[in-house]
């Protein structure tokens, strides 16, 4: 059985494009050597993303990380549960950040063409917003 979190949150304003690049790249690195799945993106002023793995790894992360990240505010965890299927494995064998608009329709396009379950479903409900912004990805 693998774990799952989903969340949005209010990106700090002070960010730059450059410092969310940095955060992208340290995410990306950690969460890998961790075998987290999932990915991350930014748009819209928030921050958007999806964990899989161990429980422990990902509740830990969650937790003692995610949540005193003063980066950003206002976390709403949107999915926090066990789940038979890992959403993301099958797209990567490794965490992903998403940047541009074009991987955010290849994203789309994959959770289409997968439907693993109700929270592939719900995920993909979730980008819409974010699909549709404009080009500041």
């Not at 999932?38 to 748009?43: R, T």
Request: glycine residues 4%; neutral net charge.
């Amino acid at each position: 059985m693998s774990y799952t979190i989903c969340y949005v949150s209010k990106a700090s304003e002070n960010l730059t494009e450059e410092f969310i690049n940095e955060i992208f790249e340290k995410t990306v690195k950690k969460n890998n050597l961790k075998n987290i799945n999932g990915i991350l993106l930014e748009g819209l002023g928030n921050f958007f993303q999806v964990l899989e793995g161990d429980k422990t790894i990902i509740e830990d992360l969650y937790q003692n990380s995610i949540l005193k990240d003063n980066r950003h505010s206002g976390v709403f965890e949107i999915i926090r549960r066990e789940t038979e299927f890992n959403v993301f494995s099958d797209y990567s064998s490794n965490f992903n950040v998403v940047k541009t608009p074009s991987d955010l329709r290849r994203i789309q396009e994959y959770l289409s063409r997968t439907r693993y379950n109700s929270t592939s479903e719900k995920i993909k409900r979730l980008l819409t917003p974010f699909i549709s912004a404009p080009a500041e990805l």
